[in-house]
């Protein structure tokens, strides 16, 4: 059963060509070197593949991919 935390971390290892062994919930943004840029291609993934995606400005005030989850999950995203 896939969690929320495996399609985050699947999102950005398939977007951003990163192994996922590489990525975990410490992982920061940017050890990935995430920039705006980054974080709309990343939202625009998020969005289609869970319905709710990550505004630039979220995004800037995120420091790890468990950061990302938890903002996800308070949006009500369930898997």
């Known amino acids: 059963m896939s969690t929320l935390q ?3 971390i699947s999102a950005i ?3 951003f060509n990163v192994a996922e062994d590489k990525i975990g919930p410490d992982t920061t943004f940017q050890d990935l070197d995430f ?3 980054s974080w709309v291609e990343l939202s ?3 969005e289609k593949d869970l319905g ?3 505004h630039e400005t979220e995004g800037r005030d995120l420091k790890t991919v468990s950061d990302l989850v938890e903002l996800l999950a308070g949006k009500g995203i369930k898997l």
């Open 52 to 54: 709710a995606g990550v």
């Open 13 to 15: 290892s398939t977007r």
């Open 44 to 46: 625009t993934v998020l």
């Open 6 to 8: 495996d399609t985050v």
């Open 35 to 37: 920039d705006s840029l």
